[in-house]
C-alpha cells in the first residue's frame, strides 16, 4: 500500500509504520481523518483479531474505540453501545453491566449520565429492580443514590423525590430519621424545610433519651 507522507503527521506515519511492520492491514487506519490515537485503537483491535470494523469509523474517539476494542476482545455483544451516543464512560458502564451478566438494556440509555449508570449497575448486582429509576425525566444523581441508600434500610424515597419534589437535603433528612427509626407524620411534608426536618428529628431524638 502506497502511503502519501505528506497527508499525515509523523504521530500518524509512525502509526502505520507500527502496523507495516506487525504485517497488518494499515488500510483500516491508513486515513487522514483518524487521528494516531484513533489509528493506535484500531492497530491493537488488529493485532488482537477482532473485527474493526465495528469502530474503525472517525466518528468514534479513541477513548470510545477503546472500549468497543476491550468489548470485542472479551467477547461481549458490543452493538449495545458500539453507537456514537454513548461517551467512553458510558460504554465503560455498559461493558462492565455485560460482563456482569446483568440486563444492561435497562439503563444502556444515552441520557443517563457514567454516574448514573454505575450506581444503577451496583444495584443491579445486588438484584434490585431499578427499571423506574431510569425513566425520563432524569432525577439527579444526588437522589438516586439516596434512593438507593433507602432501599438498604426498608425505606422508598422514590415517590418523595418524583411525586413531591422533595429536594436532596430533604431526601436526606428524612432517610436519617428512618435510619434511627423515628417516625412522625410530619416528617412526610414538602413544607417543611431541612431546618424544621431536623429540629422534628432532635427533639424525637431527645425525647427517646428520656424514655
Given at each position: 500500500?502506497e ?36 489509528m ?24 470510545q ?65 431499578v ?23 426498608g ?36 413544607k ?16 427517646d433519651?428520656?424514655?
Open positions: 500500500m502511503i502519501n507522507k505528506e497527508l499525515f503527521s509523523n504521530a500518524q506515519l509512525q502509526q502505520i509504520e507500527f502496523g507495516l511492520e506487525e504485517g497488518l492491514d494499515v488500510s483500516w487506519y491508513a486515513k487522514p481523518e483518524f487521528s494516531s490515537w484513533q493506535n485503537e484500531i492497530r491493537l483491535g488488529l493485532q488482537a483479531g477482532v473485527d474493526v470494523s465495528v469502530y474503525a469509523k472517525p466518528e468514534f474517539n479513541w477513548k474505540m477503546e472500549e468497543i476494542r476491550l468489548g470485542l476482545k472479551e467477547g461481549l455483544d458490543v452493538s449495545v453501545y458500539a453507537k456514537p451516543d454513548f461517551n467512553w464512560g458510558q460504554m465503560e458502564q455498559i461493558r462492565y453491566g455485560l460482563k456482569a451478566g446483568v440486563d444492561v438494556s435497562i439503563y444502556a440509555k444515552p441520557y443517563l449520565t457514567y454516574n448514573h449508570m454505575s450506581l444503577l449497575l451496583s444495584a443491579m448486582r445486588r438484584g434490585l429492580d427499571r423506574k429509576y431510569t425513566e425520563l425525566p432524569v432525577m439527579p444523581y444526588s437522589h438516586l443514590e439516596l434512593i438507593l441508600k433507602g432501599i438498604d434500610y425505606i422508598d424515597l422514590f415517590p418523595y423525590s418524583r411525586k413531591k419534589k422533595f429536594n436532596a437535603k430533604q431526601l436526606k433528612a428524612i432517610l436519617e430519621a428512618h435510619k434511627n427509626e423515628w417516625e412522625h407524620p410530619a416528617l412526610k411534608e414538602k417543611l424545610s431541612v431546618k424544621q426536618i431536623n429540629l422534628i428529628m432532635r427533639m424525637m431524638k431527645e425525647y433519651g428520656l424514655l
